[in-house]
């Protein structure tokens, strides 16, 4: 770990760097957790049902999106939202509040 109240100069870039890498990591994981919420209500079983508690969390920790099957009756716009929340790389996942004026959010009739 690197101590924050170092004077030197290249301690708090590799402090900051570490810092703003968690940050993109936490903000992954968030919008990971929007999209298996979603999947859960909408099909009634979580992302990667089935698979014992150690894969589902290996998974969660890699870039590999979720597997699961939704009904039939799922929206393609509801899938779009879906497909959206999963993007791990944060340069082309789109933001919260672009995920927030999603048409599936904003409208009751997009499931």
């Known amino acids: 770990m690197v101590n924050a109240n170092n004077n030197d100069a290249n301690s708090c870039k590799v402090y900051c760097v570490c810092r703003f890498e968690s940050a993109i990591a936490v903000c992954c994981c ?3 957790s929007l999209g298996c ?3 859960e209500m909408l099909s009634g079983k979580p992302p990667w049902h089935g698979l014992e508690a150690v894969q589902i969390i290996y998974y969660i920790g890699t870039s590999v999106p979720p597997k699961y099957q939704l009904p039939d009756s799922v929206s393609d716009v509801a899938k779009n939202f879906l497909e959206r929340c999963f993007i791990s790389d944060p340069v082309r996942r789109p933001s ?3 995920l927030l004026s999603d048409t599936f959010v904003c409208s009751a009739d997009a499931v």
Do not use: S
Request: hydrophobic share 55%; aromatic share 12%; glycine share 0%.
């Open 96 to 98: 919260a509040d672009a």
């Open 37 to 39: 919420t979603a999947v």
């Open 30 to 32: 968030l919008y990971r």
